[in-house]
């Protein structure tokens, strides 16, 4: 026994049509999901190695500190006070030159 007008749409076949709409769409996105790419500008590029060298360079420079140490221990390490104070100024802004 058939329920609603005679000539009306098929159940089953509104079902199977809307599956199968439904698998094109999710098939449609997982397209667009697998196009996605992010390629990095060069100068970011650039820069992220730069920020890796940095990376790997000693914060001591470790010859200076071992030719002062040589220095201070055979009495001849003589400190120029002009030009410390010279880079004390520089370093708080106070050179006015």
Do not use: C, H, W
């Not at 397209?31 to 590029?45: K, L, M």
């Not at 010279?86 to 050179?95: P, S, V």
């Amino acid at each position: 026994m058939k329920i609603g007008p005679p000539n009306g749409p098929d159940a089953a076949k509104v079902y199977g049509i809307q599956q199968k709409l439904g698998k094109r769409i999710e098939n449609a996105k997982e397209s667009e999901r697998t196009t996605d790419s992010f390629e990095p500008s060069t100068r970011i590029r650039e820069l992220k190695e730069l920020k890796e060298r940095l990376q790997s360079i000693s914060e001591v420079r470790q010859e200076l500190v071992e030719r002062l140490r040589e220095e201070i221990a055979a009495g001849t390490y003589k400190p120029d006070p002009e030009r410390i104070a010279a880079g004390i100024r520089e370093e708080l802004g106070l050179d006015r030159r």
